[in-house]
Nanobody, 113 residues
Framework: QVRLVEAGGGLVRPGGSLTLSCAAS????????MAWYRQAPGKQREWVAT???????AYDDSVKGRFTISRDNTKKTAYLQMNSLKPEDTAVYYC???????WGQGTQVTVSS
């Protein structure tokens, strides 16, 4: 099992930016695609973005053009750059090693004026 640790959440005003990171332990990081999910209060966890081993990316329509997922295999870290944040982006953000049950503990993102 790979341990994942998210960081970078916080409180930001609408239109602002944040960059989340997801650091992995062990040597399996580069073997899988990585994904970001989020869960807003009272809602189910939803998929946000995926980056495959080939560095091909995919995004939910709600974040396309505003969020960018990336990865650095040498640092065993995945990132989620979030721009033009909206109040509806408020959620706990989780990273996941795709195809596994490896999840981080989550990092809170709050978008509010």
């Amino acid at each position: 099992q790979v341990r994942l640790v998210e960081a970078g959440g916080g409180l930001v005003r609408p239109g602002g930016s944040l960059t989340l990171s997801c650091a992995a332990s062990g040597n399996m990081f580069s073997s899988n695609a990585m994904a970001w999910y989020r869960q807003a209060p009272g809602k189910q966890r939803e998929w946000v973005a995926t980056i495959f081993r080939s560095n091909i990316t995919a995004y939910d329509d709600s974040v396309k053009g505003r969020f960018t997922i990336s990865r650095d295999n040498t640092k065993k870290t995945a990132y989620l750059q979030m721009n033009s944040l909206k109040p509806e982006d408020t959620a706990v953000y989780y990273c996941n090693r795709l195809g596994t049950n490896d999840w981080g503990q989550g990092t809170q993102v709050t978008v509010s004026s």
